[in-house]
C-alpha cells in the first residue's frame, strides 16, 4: 500500500495547498456527542437521507420545513400512533416529494428507531457505543434492519450525525486501488467493504486522522479535480 502521507500531498497539491485541503475536510466528528441526539432527529435525518438519495439535494433540503410538518415533527411514537389514513394521505401532500416507497420508509423507520431506542435507551446512544472501528458492521445492521439504509445511504445518515464516517464513493475507492488496495472498481461485497475498512483503521492509527477526513483526502487526490469552492458549494456544511 502506498504511504498515506503521499496521498496526502497529492491531494493538497490538487486542491491549491495544506491550508486550502484541511478547510475542506469539515469538522472534527464526535461519536460520542451522538449519544445526545434525541430520536425525532434521528428520524428526521433518516428521512432526509433516504429522500435524497438519487434526488438533487438542494431540492429536499429546501422543502424540509414541509417534510417536518407532513410527518408530525418525525417523533417516532407519535407517527407509529397514526392510522393507516394519515400514511396514504402523504402521497398526495404537496409539502413533500410524493414517493410512496420513501414515504412507506419513515413509517417503517419509526418502528425501527423505537425499538432500538427502547433496547438501548436512545437511538443516539445505540450509534454512540457502536465501536468507532467497525462501520461496515454499523452499516450492515443499518441495511438489514432499517429501511432503505443500504449502502452509501446508511453512510451519509451516519455522517449528518456526525458519526466518523467514510463514504465509499467513486474517487474514494479509485485512491484506495490507486494505493494497491485489491477492490472491485465498485467495492459493495462483504469482502471488499471489509479491506477498505481495515485498511482505513490503519490509516487512522497511523495518522491520529478521523475516517471522515481520511476517506475525503483519498476522494481529493484523484479523478476530477473540482476547485475548492465547487467543492464547498456541493458538500454545505455536512457533506
Not at 59 to 79: D, T
Not at 81 to 109: C, G, M, Y
Amino acid at each position: 500500500m502506498a504511504d498515506f502521507q503521499k496521498i496526502r500531498a497529492r491531494a493538497a497539491k490538487r486542491k491549491g495547498g495544506e491550508e486550502a485541503l484541511a478547510s475542506l475536510l469539515g469538522p472534527m466528528p464526535d461519536n460520542q456527542a451522538v449519544a445526545k441526539i434525541p430520536d425525532d432527529r434521528i428520524l428526521s435525518t433518516m428521512a432526509e437521507r433516504i429522500f435524497a438519495a438519487g434526488f438533487v439535494w438542494r431540492v429536499i433540503e429546501q422543502k424540509w420545513p414541509g417534510f417536518e410538518e407532513a410527518f408530525l415533527g418525525f417523533e417516532p411514537k407519535r407517527l407509529l400512533f397514526q392510522p393507516d389514513d394519515f400514511w396514504h394521505e402523504l402521497a398526495s401532500d404537496k409539502r413533500i416529494v410524493r414517493n410512496p416507497q420513501k414515504i412507506k420508509s419513515i413509517r417503517d423507520n419509526a418502528a425501527f428507531v423505537d425499538r432500538v431506542s427502547k433496547e438501548h435507551g436512545s437511538f443516539g446512544k445505540f450509534l454512540a457505543e457502536w465501536p468507532a472501528d467497525d462501520q461496515v458492521g454499523l452499516t450492515a445492521y443499518l441495511g438489514k434492519h432499517g429501511s432503505r439504509l443500504g449502502g452509501n445511504t446508511g453512510q451519509y445518515f451516519l455522517r449528518w450525525l456526525e458519526w466518523d464516517t467514510f463514504i465509499v464513493s467513486s474517487d474514494m475507492a479509485a485512491a484506495l486501488r490507486d494505493a494497491g488496495l485489491d477492490i472491485a472498481e465498485s467495492p459493495t461485497s462483504k469482502r471488499d467493504l471489509d479491506k477498505i475498512q481495515t485498511q482505513l483503521n490503519k490509516w487512522a492509527a497511523e495518522t491520529a486522522l478521523p475516517r471522515r477526513h481520511i476517506s475525503r483526502i483519498l476522494a481529493m487526490s484523484i479523478g476530477e479535480n473540482h476547485s475548492p469552492e465547487t467543492l464547498r458549494e456541493y458538500m454545505g456544511e455536512q457533506a
